[in-house]
């Protein structure tokens, strides 16, 4: 998807209407769902919220997919690979952030998510001996920087606090996960089927995951009637799960990876001053110099792209 078509080398460098709006829907849809998040842990499992989360998503998925076309049905050995996006991209991937959000200021959640590119520099180099350059390298040290930064008073002296040690280190794997989720998504695609098929049944198989589990640890499948939270789960299934994904698959083929990568260093700014004003966040000089270390880090590894 890196490989622009020939409209787009065509395409002048400034941005459209269309570009403006797909990109506002993107940064906005993604930095209110982690504030709404926030809304679903209180008084329901986080695995039985994100099952049903992915209950609506996946059947809104696959009547799109039933609209635009696309063919549904796959061989064994296809499925297999669903199922894999299912357990990185579309329950492990989301429950461990839900886990995260029970601890941590929502605004927090989307800043150690935004440096997933910085995490996929690292993996690679494990994984498959890729030596980033030194650009990439300069990017990865300026983002693990700053959220080191945004932690410190949380994590160091006295004053240690356990639970956002934990909700840290729920927010990390969870990032790992959304990233191996997206090394298995890109080979997929590679492999000649379509986004937009494979992500429904990925959700699909996400969903029964979840509801596996849930059912193995004996949780109650009921939830919160309330508006609060049904008006939560909505806005993350309908908005964050399909409305986002869809209006950056568009930017992606409109104006390219590299440009549409920047929704990234916005939509943690647009979640942390929401998490200001509802939450209380409390600035601090170490926190302010984090978040630009990690915004830096993230337009480093884009420009090291």
């Given at each position: 998807?890196?490989v622009a ?11 459209s ?15 209110f769902?982690?504030i709404?998040m ?10 039985v919220?994100?099952?049903w ?22 061989p ?19 429950t ?15 800043v ?13 180099l494990?994984?498959?001996?890729q ?13 693990f ?13 006295t004053?240690?606090n ?5 909700g ?13 989720g997206?090394?298995?998504s890109?080979?997929?695609q ?6 937009t098929?494979a992500t ?12 596996i ?7 109650s ?31 992606l ?14 939509f ?16 601090t000089?170490?926190a ?18």
């Amino acid at each position: 998807m890196s490989v622009a078509s020939p409209a787009l080398q065509n395409r002048p460098a400034g941005f459209s209407t269309m570009d403006y709006g797909l990109y506002a829907a993107t940064v906005l849809a993604w930095g209110f769902s982690w504030i709404a998040m926030k809304g679903q842990v209180a008084t329901v499992a986080p695995e039985v919220s994100v099952f049903w989360r992915f209950v609506l998503a996946a059947a809104i998925m696959l009547a799109w997919a039933k609209v635009r076309g696309h063919n549904l049905a796959f061989p064994l050995k296809d499925h297999l690979r669903f199922a894999g996006l299912g357990a990185l991209l579309f329950s492990t991937n989301f429950t461990l952030f839900y886990y995260g959000a029970a601890l941590l200021p929502s605004g927090l959640l989307a800043v150690i998510f935004s440096t997933a590119s910085i995490f996929n520099l690292f993996l690679g180099l494990v994984l498959f001996g890729q030596r980033p350059n030194l650009l990439a390298l300069a990017a990865g040290v300026l983002g693990f920087a700053g959220i080191a930064l945004m932690f410190w008073p949380k994590l160091s002296g006295t004053g240690l606090n356990s639970g956002a040690a934990f909700g840290l280190a729920m927010c990390i794997g969870g990032t790992l996960s959304f990233c191996l989720g997206n090394m298995l998504s890109a080979d997929t695609q590679r492999r000649g089927i379509g986004v937009t098929p494979a992500t429904a049944w990925g959700m699909v198989y996400g969903m029964i995951f979840l509801g596996i589990v849930s059912a193995l640890r004996g949780q109650s499948f009921s939830v919160e009637w309330s508006l609060p939270y049904f008006g939560g789960l909505i806005y993350l299934a309908v908005v964050a799960s399909v409305i986002a994904f869809a209006s950056y698959l568009t930017l992606l083929g409109r104006i390219g990876s590299a440009r549409a990568g920047y929704a990234t260093v916005l939509f943690p700014v647009v979640a942390l001053t929401l998490s200001t004003i509802f939450e209380g966040y409390q600035w601090t000089p170490l926190a302010a110099a984090g978040l630009v270390c990690v915004l830096g880090g993230n337009m480093l590894m884009l420009r090291a792209r």
